[in-house]
């Protein structure tokens, strides 16, 4: 199987798998989306998700976010850890909205990676899921995937998403870094993986990464 039908299979496979594909944290504008993605990192989409009401019912907007002092945003989200850094970001990036942006989040990764907290990362989500702009976040599931599926080295993020746009249509971006995300909860977990149900592994991957598989379920 060449690159490009590998390339093709992937995309056929999780269209077929996910037709509508719903974004993991919840928000209602790119502000909240911000927040939700900073919050999340070295979290969990579903822990976010059971904190961002409470602090959303206080402040869902730059606005009243800075009413609140760093450490009242803290003791709200500290269930997702990194909780220091974290509210600092948050209060910061909002007063810098407010003073920068007429309270606006930007549209331009420029302007997003100068905000406290917010990397390439969080900067590609909501340019991608807020804004439409073609972006590939990586994540974990991405990048495990990416390399189980032979298509990047797993060297690093960096050059994973580099593989990515190079080899995955602009257009399909948004839609396909959701449903590397998807796909690898559900079929290509780091653990408790079950390749029988891994389709797309299975049909693509990496040869060293099956082998390591079959010599572990013999073991």
């Known amino acids: 199987m060449t690159k490009t039908e590998k390339v093709n299979f992937i995309i056929n496979t999780l269209y077929k798998l996910y037709p509508e594909i719903p974004i993991p944290l919840d928000h209602k504008d790119p502000y909240t989306l911000l927040i939700a993605v900073l919050m999340s990192a070295q979290s969990t989409d579903v822990r976010v998700n059971k904190i961002t009401p409470l602090l959303f019912e206080k402040a869902d907007n730059p606005y009243d976010m800075v009413k609140l002092s760093a450490e009242e945003i803290r003791e709200i989200i500290k269930p997702v850890g990194l909780s220091p850094m974290k509210s600092k970001g948050i209060y910061g990036l909002s007063k810098i909205l407010i003073e920068k942006h007429n309270g606006k989040v930007p549209q331009s990764f420029e302007s997003l990676e100068e905000l406290p907290a917010v990397g390439h990362k969080t900067a590609s989500v909501v340019m991608s899921q807020a804004f439409g702009i073609p972006a590939f976040p990586v994540d974990t599931h991405i990048h495990r995937l990416m390399y189980r599926w ?6 690093n993020v960096v050059q994973t998403e580099k ?8 257009e399909l971006w948004n839609d ?15 653990r408790g993986w079950d390749l029988e149900k891994d389709i797309i592994t299975k049909t693509v991957g990496r040869k060293s990464v099956l082998n390591e598989y079959y010599k572990l379920k013999k073991s």
């Open 163 to 170: 593989d990515a746009k190079r080899l995955f249509p602009k």
């Open 150 to 155: 032979n298509l990047s080295n797993g060297k």
């Open 176 to 190: 396909l870094h959701l449903q590397i995300i998807w796909y690898g909860r559900e079929y290509s977990p780091a």
